[in-house]
């Protein structure tokens, strides 16, 4: 390695909304057009190494040990604006790796973001903190800032602040240790992207406005069950949040579907237990699988009730993790291992001091 080569590793897990974001009010910036609420997952991990090295001639982007072209545009254009926050010219490898299916509805993209930003800034020595950093994870995807915090995360608009967005950390893991089953029904790639996705909704869907305008009310219910720890107002405001935005979805022209038959069942499964008092309910994000997020207690049993659908290919289990961090190398002077680790709570970030929150996989 040449001298003035630096390097850093960061992890980030994926994170579930229970209030969904869909749709862009400022396209060209990335922002969002409501804001959002969710559960980081501790069990799913995204592992990525950023090397800037003066000899490369242009970035290259790895992702699961294949070099992906098709991909790298946004790659690229994330490390330019990192670049150009450091000043640096250098060329980068961004080399990243999902214990989990990639691009198939289970928030690879913001873990991948989260993990891509934090290990930048420290390879970088750029020393981005809080909201700087989560404003660049946003301009890459916009639910990537919430998977740089952990437990429960709200990604809030404020048009008026020094930021377009603000992204908090509303509970830690640890306050309500919820548990997720993931029916996976198709681990392969969706048809239609997220980011296409909305645009094409916005454009055509006659109810899009409507989703818009409910956000506020649906994010203020959904804070005020997490804060009373009540889980039959989360599971209803969750439930509904995410049957309106495949409503908008579907109402697009043409319309995107992205459930299978198996979706289905599960959703009738998870609204049959929780129908007979177990607490449970579902959230289904741009693609087939679907999450069922229960109490510990639950857990197994909604587990065995998913895992007998016929079209169920795997269930993940997790329980809620930590937000991004770095895990080695980096100017700011991270270690090698993973048990001294430095999640984002509330504002902090990257190479922030905060003491590491046990994760429950
Ligand atoms: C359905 O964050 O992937 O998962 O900002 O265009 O990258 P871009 O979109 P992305 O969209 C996530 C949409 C969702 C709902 C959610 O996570 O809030």
């Known amino acids: 390695m040449n001298s003035k080569t630096t390097q850093a590793t960061a992890v980030a897990h994926p994170n579930i909304a229970l209030v969904k974001y869909w749709g862009k009010c400022d396209v060209e910036r990335n922002i969002p057009a409501v804001g959002s609420l969710s559960i980081t997952l501790g069990g799913l991990t995204t592992t990525t190494t950023v090397r800037f090295d003066p000899e490369l001639e242009h970035d290259v982007f790895v992702l699961g040990g294949r070099e992906t072209p098709k991909k790298t545009e946004r ?19 961004v080399e990243s790796d999902n214990d989990f299916p990639t691009a198939a509805g289970l928030a690879s993209s913001a873990s991948g973001f989260a993990a891509l930003v934090v290990a930048a800034n420290a390879a970088l020595g750029a020393g981005l903190e809080g909201s700087e950093l989560a404003d660049l994870a946003c301009r890459a995807s916009g639910s990537a800032p919430r998977s740089l915090f952990g437990g429960f995360v709200e990604l809030e608009l404020t048009p008026d602040g020094p930021h377009p967005t603000e992204t908090r950390q509303l509970l830690e893991p640890l306050a309500w240790p919820l548990r997720v089953q993931i029916a996976v029904t198709d681990p392969g790639p969706k048809a239609v992207g997220s980011t296409e996705g909305m645009l094409m909704t916005e454009l055509t869907s006659p109810y899009y406005p409507a989703w818009v305008e409910s956000s506020a009310a649906d994010l203020a219910d959904a804070r005020a069950a997490i804060d009373r720890r009540d889980f039959e107002a989360l599971a209803d405001i969750s439930e509904s ?10 109402s697009a022209r043409p319309g995107l579907v992205y459930w299978n038959g198996a979706t289905v069942e599960c959703i009738s499964r998870v609204r049959e237990l929780r129908a007979k008092g177990v607490p449970v309910f579902f959230t289904i994000d741009a693609g087939p699988q679907v999450k069922a997020v229960c109490l510990p207690e639950a857990s197994e049993g909604v587990g065995r009730a998913l895992g007998d659908i016929p079209g169920v290919t795997s269930l993940l289990e997790s329980g809620l993790g930590d937000g991004a961090r770095v895990v080695g190398g980096g ?31």
């Open 75 to 93: 790659v690229v254009a994330c490390l330019d604006r990192m670049r150009r926050h450091a000043g640096v010219s250098h060329y980068a490898v």
């Open 241 to 250: 949040s995410c049957l309106k935005m495949h409503a908008v979805m579907m």
């Open 331 to 361: 100017r700011c002077g991270k270690r090698d291992d993973s048990t001294s680790s430095t999640p984002m709570r509330e504002n902090t970030a990257g190479c922030g001091a905060s003491p590491a929150v046990a994760g429950s996989w």
